[in-house]
């Protein structure tokens, strides 16, 4: 019997625009500023420097450390805020966790960085009990089945209560499998097919429906 469901946020309830802007935009913008350079040069170097450093380390997703790197004095704070008007949820999550919520208690597990995930999810907060950042909570870069288990235990539930929902194959799928919970792969580019397969969140809602 479920009780819980839990999301992804990027990808799952918000397309990926602002996160894209505040990396690949903002960071670059604030160091051609601080050392002179035209943009285009200051991408390149800023999106090598990401590339050197590469997703499997947890200073990747820690805006912090990527400021203080390149000696620039703006807060994670102010660079989140610059774009915040660029957080885009998908067209059907409202409706989706309105339906959801009101037999689930629905919590969020992003591999995002806790200042991400608090402003993604600003207009969406009332929906979630909790919110678990796979880097900030556990200090995992990505979503091991075993942050899928200490999910479990922070929210006091046996795995098999909790439904995951997510759209990478192997972090929102196959890793919550293996910790023993139930999952849903939520596949917005129509790749694959299967029972457990859905191509927007109001599929999946229609999905548990019909489980439940
Ligand atoms: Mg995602």
């Known amino acids: 019997m479920i009780r819980f469901i839990s999301l992804d946020m990027d990808g799952t309830l918000v397309n990926s625009r602002f996160v894209d802007l505040v990396w690949m935009q903002g960071m670059p913008e604030l160091y051609a500023e601080k050392h002179g350079l035209d943009f ?16 499997d380390n947890l200073e990747w997703y820690n805006l912090q450390y990527w400021l203080d790197k390149f000696e620039l004095k703006a807060s994670p704070e102010s660079l989140l805020e610059r774009f915040e008007d660029h957080i885009e949820p998908y067209p059907e999550v409202t409706e989706a966790l309105d339906r959801l919520s009101e ?3 629905l919590v969020v597990t992003s591999n995002a960085a806790r200042e991400f995930i608090e402003m993604e999810l600003d207009g969406l907060a009332d929906y979630f009990s909790e919110t678990f950042s796979a880097t900030s909570d556990f200090r995992e870069v ?7 288990g200490a999910v479990c235990r922070q929210l006091k539930a046996k795995p098999i209560e909790v439904m995951h929902i ?3 194959y192997s972090y929102d799928y196959e890793s919550p499998l293996d ?21 927007d969140l109001r599929e999946a809602v229609e999905l548990i429906d019909n489980f439940a």
């Open 179 to 199: 910790a023993g919970l139930d999952a849903l792969f939520l596949d917005r580019k129509g790749m694959r097919s299967g029972s457990e397969v859905v191509g």
């Open 166 to 168: 997510g759209d990478h």
């Open 103 to 105: 037999n689930y208690e």
């Open 142 to 148: 990505k979503k091991s089945p075993l942050v899928y």
């Open 40 to 55: 285009k040069a200051a991408k390149e170097l800023v999106v090598g420097e990401y590339m050197k450093i590469g997703s």
